[in-house]
């Protein structure tokens, strides 16, 4: 079974400064997928960044990187140069055979 | 339209009654799914849909009804909920089944069961 442990409840960060939000995986699978998705109050899920279990580089995507550590089984979302607009609850997930398995999630709060 | 729609935004519905939320994907995919959001609790899948054919489901009761008609709208039939069943439920969907593909969230349909 997979599993997906996201340690921080909650996150308060001044605007400007970088974010980094844990998350540890569990799986016995060779070949997954790891994600993070930004979820606003509104409720919509929104896809930030992916990273291959097979990728030997970090996903980037903008402002997003993934910092994936194998051996860790950790795959942790970097935010630079954090915005008011990236408060948000933010949540880790993985992919296997059958569709996603999500964290708990963290509450980011970025403070002006 | 774009993305992933769902329609009701919102439903209140009593534990007597028949309901159906409908997603619609925009997308061109033809894996859909449904999951369910309670308060405090990690996103938990219920049904996956892969080319039409149901591949998933997660022990979810039989008060709750998916339908496939198509790769590109998927329905959730509801019947006899109980007020546990009070949660905010997403569609996705994803280009196919399978690990590496991110799956395109809608905004959800907001249910309350009184």
């Known amino acids: 079974a997979q599993k997906i442990t996201q340690t921080q409840p909650g996150m308060f960060v001044q605007e400007k400064e970088a974010v980094t939000l844990d998350c540890t995986y569990d799986?016995?699978?060779?070949?997954?997928?790891l994600f993070w998705y930004k979820q606003p109050s509104s409720g919509e899920m929104i896809f930030l960044i992916y990273q291959g279990s097979y990728d030997e580089q970090n996903a980037t995507e903008g402002r997003y990187s993934l910092n994936f550590q194998k051996a860790r089984k950790s795959a942790n979302l970097v935010i630079s140069a954090s915005q008011l607009g990236d408060s948000a609850m933010y949540f880790c997930?993985?992919?296997?055979?059958?569709?996603?398995?999500f964290g708990k999630g963290t509450h980011l709060i970025i403070q002006p | 339209e774009t993305g992933v729609t769902q329609t009701p935004r919102h439903l209140v519905m009593g534990m007597t009654n028949k309901k159906s939320l409908k997603c619609e994907q925009h997308l061109g995919h033809n894996a859909m799914y449904w999951y369910k959001q309670s308060a405090k609790k990690p996103l938990e899948l219920m049904f996956v849909y892969n080319f039409k054919e149901q591949t998933e489901n997660n022990s979810v009761p039989s008060r709750f009804s998916p339908e496939c008609p198509n790769s590109s709208h998927l329905f959730l039939h509801l019947h006899t909920l109980q007020p546990e069943d009070s949660a905010l439920y997403l569609c996705?969907?994803?280009?196919?089944?399978?690990?590496?593909?991110?799956?395109?969230f809608g905004p959800g349909t907001r249910l309350t069961v009184t």
């Open positions: 799986t016995s699978d060779q070949s997954y997928g």
């Open positions: 996705a969907s994803s280009p196919t089944g399978g690990p590496h593909y991110e799956q395109y």
């Open positions: 997930a993985m992919s296997g055979a059958d569709g996603l398995t």
